[in-house]
Structures are given as C-alpha cells and as structure tokens.
C-alpha cells in the first residue's frame, strides 16, 4: 500500500477511535493499526517488533510525523494522566477526498477495532497486542496457559492471570471476527 493511502487508512481509524471516545494518543494508534494489520489483514505493511510497550513499529511513528508535517493529523496536549491526542488536520479532507475507495474499502475492519480498543487503557492494549504478537508467534502451542506464559516471559510485569485474561480476549475477538468477516 502506498504511503498516501496508508495515511488515509491512519487518519480514518484516528477519526473513528475519536468517534468511540479514545484521546487518540501514539499507543492507541500503534496498538489498533497493529490489530488491523495482523489480525484483519489491512495491508498497511508497517514493520512491528515487540518493543517495551508491547507491538511497535518505528515506521508508523515516522509516519505519523510525516501527516503532522503535512497537516494531515495534529497533536494536542492533554492533562495528566493523559498524553498526547492526534486528531484530524487542515489537510485531513484532502486526504478523504483523494482516498475514498481506501476508506471504504477498510472502514469495517477500522470500526470492528476502534469500537473494541478505543476506551482501553495502555496497560491493557499492552497486555492485548502482546498476546495477539505470540498467538502469531506460536502456532504450534496455541494453549491459554502456554501462550500466558510466553507473555509473562516476554512482559515479566504482566501477571500470569493478566495474560492469562489477555489471551482469552484476544481469542474472543479472533472469534467475532471470524465471524463478523467469514
């Protein structure tokens, strides 16, 4: 995918986690573009590694500097506990208007995570991406209990019963997308 439509996708599932009530800070973003690349196969194409919050691609990061550059997204402080929220620029119709068939074409898969992730809270994005990172990572052992461990091994700080509970999300929503998209 392109640079220009891979920023379109970016900005719809910005404007969409907005709509669901998310600040729309950087690991919102990074956590839902993961989830829509690996889990419902938006070809964005940004390289993830696991990093200390769980999935992170420094390709996104750039990328988001890149539409703020272009007025495409802006930042805005919040107060704490809050960090930063992007929300949609003066360039961000241009976008629209440019990319309409990207928005449509993947406008389920962004609502489908945006209405899941939005109001979730780092910790548990962290918690959630990491066990999607080794559900795709074991295929070979896809327990509750062997993929917990694993998490707990990658993430010492997350609790065998939190990755034990991250996996069975994770499991859900595999589930309701088989289902929402078969």
Not at 16 to 28: A, I, N, P, R, V
Request: glycine share 4%; aromatic share 10%.
């Amino acid at each position: 995918m392109e640079d220009a439509r891979r920023q379109a996708v970016v900005l719809s599932l910005i404007e969409k986690m907005d709509l669901y009530g998310s600040w729309c800070g950087e690991t919102h973003i990074q956590k839902s573009l993961y989830f829509l690349q690996e889990m419902l196969g938006v070809p964005t194409k940004y390289d993830f590694i696991l990093y200390k919050h769980g999935p992170f691609s420094f390709d996104l990061r750039d990328e988001l500097s890149v539409m703020r550059a272009n007025m495409i997204i802006e930042i805005q402080s919040k107060p704490y506990p809050y960090g930063s929220s992007h929300y949609p620029g003066e360039a961000a119709e241009r976008i629209k208007e440019l990319y309409p068939k990207t928005t449509k074409e993947y406008e389920r898969q962004i609502d489908f995570i945006a209405r899941r992730l939005a109001l979730l809270r780092v910790a548990e994005l962290e918690r959630l991406a990491t066990a999607l990172y080794v559900k795709l990572e074991k295929a070979d052992d896809q327990t509750v209990q062997t993929l917990a461990r694993r998490i707990h091994e990658l993430k010492p700080h997350v609790s065998i019963e939190d990755a034990r509970q991250a996996v069975e999300e994770v499991q859900s929503l595999w589930a309701e997308k088989a289902k929402t998209f078969n």
